[in-house]
């Protein structure tokens, strides 16, 4: 089992910046591929970011290129999602998920989940 807590999202105005964070714990980090997903009312869940076991690949959903930087630190088992450039349609429930090794685009291919920490960006 994986347990995995989000923290740092907020209410902010567009244009602004967030840092999510994503703390694992239980299994191995290292050996786990994180991913980033959101999912605003009403609508599907979409992928955000992704970042393999290594770091050595990355991912990204089109809305989100140039705007949101994916990382991690295995040391302190923490994914993190930088947020630069905030739009109001970035808001919603952000949600860390881990699989093994390797990004994955998909949330079904994801085995594990965090609560989720909300996003709103005002305009």
């Known amino acids: 089992q994986v347990q995995l807590v989000e923290s740092g999202g907020g209410l902010v105005q567009a244009g602004d910046s967030l840092r999510l964070a994503c703390a694992a714990s239980?299994?191995?980090?290292?050996?786990?591929?994180m991913g980033w997903f959101r999912q605003a009312p009403g609508k599907e869940r979409e992928f955000v970011a992704a970042i393999s076991w290594g770091s050595a690949s990355t991912d990204y959903g089109d809305s989100v290129k140039g705007r949101f930087t994916i990382s991690r630190d295995n040391s302190k088992n923490t994914v993190y999602l930088q947020m630069n450039s905030l739009k109001p349609e970035d808001t919603g429930a952000y949600y860390c998920?881990?699989?093994?090794?390797?990004?994955?685009?998909?949330?079904?291919?994801?085995?594990?989940w965090g609560q989720g920490t909300q996003v709103t960006v005002s305009s």
């Open positions: 998920a881990a699989r093994p090794f390797y990004v994955a685009t998909k949330y079904h291919e994801y085995e594990y």
């Open positions: 239980g299994r191995t980090f290292n050996n786990y591929a």
